[in-house]
């Protein structure tokens, strides 16, 4: 792929996502899920997740994901042998690949998908349309084959750990990693070969002197035509020969960037009814937690593509900031005549065995919940959350913080029925603070796991 110069480069932004590599990726990178009739659904979770970090990073004008076809490609029908040592796809995956395709149409996304061409083809001719046309280009992938179309106006993210971390790679990146130019990586590949892909490249050459030799003579066919030349002998004698095979490996590396596939590149401008179709996905996937994502209709800024199993009436909610010990007593008293509490440790630090505690939320029913900082003077935190989150918090505040032997009857007494989320976390910061507690009647973090 050759360089354009366009000053229009920042004024639009193409992304090209490489769409099996990531599904891949999410797969093996994520955690084991599945909805309650045991349909999997780990990867498209992960999938999902990806292609909202895309949005909201990237802020796409244009976005069009890639598919590899089921048919045979140019590559293998020239290769019998390509990618032939790749092992059987677990069947897990397999059944969640028809849900990507659905996910990415409920999101409004183009697809991209040609007989005979892999979306390394697709993405690589996506490329340089968009060039042409003025984007800026981000191709999102796994696979370091795709860093070859590196240039002035496109740039690669390689997934790395997980689905979240990625590395951004431009021209210079490039370099660094393999010591040559973007595009010199099909000729690098054919020396060195490619395992995952089964190409065959030159049997003696490592990366090193793969590097060194392009360093010097720049292009395999240059290097070729000097092979008498070469050095150190080992390479030339790894050469000698296999000309021939080094030219086809080149030639199975190199990404085609003219696939004769009719796609207009459209702006990404998704509608309220592909975000209703989005909702009623995720509520077939049981994906609760990314149904809140999904922007809210511009119809209905309230939310009417409501989940119909969500609550339909709001409730007012007291919050009383605890200022002295006579209010914490009878708070305390008022908590145990109910027979129930939500409690909520705010802590510095999420482990139990060394988190500092700051502070106690304690909840006898729906209407009304307590507050009260522990052990040291607290300043005003924007960061509690729940209940406590966005109140503003007296301006005498500071003049009381309970201690842990204060709140004993909060963690011990054995008429109380106890509720938390991560009920395990406050049961061994209590004990360090010598509170010593039975355990709580339930547990919203355990709760959520199972429904999930």
Not at 35 to 52: V, W
Not at 61 to 75: I, L, N, S, Y
Not at 190 to 197: E, K, P, Q, R
Not at 418 to 431: E, G, P, Q
Request: glycine share 6%; hydrophobic share 40%.
């Amino acid at each position: 792929m050759t360089d354009q110069s366009n000053s229009a480069f920042a004024a639009r932004k193409l992304v090209l996502v490489d769409a099996y590599s990531l599904l891949f990726r999410a797969f093996f990178a994520g955690r084991y899920l599945s909805t309650t009739d045991n349909r999997p659904t780990g990867a498209l979770f992960g999938f999902t997740n990806m292609l909202f970090a895309i949005l909201n990073n990237e802020k796409p004008d244009a976005m069009v994901v890639c598919w590899d076809a089921p048919e045979q490609t140019h590559r293998s029908k020239e290769f019998e042998e390509y990618k032939a040592h790749r092992p059987t796809v677990d069947p897990q995956l397999v059944a969640q690949m028809p849900g990507a395709r659905d996910i990415v149409e409920a999101f409004g996304i183009q697809s991209a998908e040609m007989g005979g061409y892999e979306a390394d083809d697709l993405i690589g001719t996506l490329a340089v349309r968009g060039v042409k046309e003025g984007y800026s280009v981000t191709i999102l992938t796994g696979d370091s084959d795709q860093l070859q179309l590196v240039c002035d106006g496109v740039t690669v993210q390689m997934t790395q750990r997980g689905v979240s971390d990625v590395k951004v790679y431009d021209r210079d990146a490039v370099r660094e990693r393999y010591g040559i130019e973007p595009e010199r990586i099909p000729d690098w590949k054919a020396l060195v070969g490619d395992t995952s892909d089964n190409i065959p490249g030159v049997p003696g050459i490592g990366d090193k002197t793969a590097t060194a030799l392009l360093q010097k003579w720049d292009t395999l066919e240059n290097l070729l035509s000097r092979v008498a030349d070469v050095t150190p002998p080992k390479a030339q004698i790894a050469l000698t020969g296999r000309e021939e095979q080094a030219r086809f490996s080149k030639r199975l590396a190199t990404i085609v960037c003219d696939a004769p596939f009719d796609l207009v590149i459209r702006p990404y401008a998704p509608t309220d009814e592909d975000w209703n179709r989005l909702r009623e996905l995720f509520r077939d996937l049981e994906f609760k937690s990314l149904a809140a994502r999904i922007p809210r209709s511009e119809a209905d800024p309230t939310g009417a593509a409501r989940d119909p199993g969500a609550p339909t009436e709001a409730f007012v909610a007291q919050m009383v900031w605890i200022r002295s010990r006579e209010e914490l007593d009878q708070a305390i008293a008022s908590t145990l005549r109910a027979g129930r509490a939500a409690i909520h440790l705010e802590t510095i630090g999420s482990l139990p065995m060394t988190a500092e505690w700051r502070g106690i939320a304690f909840a006898p029913s729906a209407e009304v919940g307590y507050y009260v900082p522990v052990r040291a003077e607290l300043e005003h935190r924007d960061d509690m959350g729940g209940l406590f989150g966005g109140a503003e918090s007296p301006a005498n505040e500071a003049s009381f913080a309970a201690t842990p032997e204060m709140l004993r009857p909060l963690a011990e007494a054995r008429e109380l029925a106890r509720v938390a989320h991560n009920s395990k976390f406050a049961v061994i910061l209590f004990a360090r603070h010598g509170l010593h507690s039975p355990a709580f009647e339930f547990d919203t973090l355990l709760a959520a796991y199972l429904l999930n």
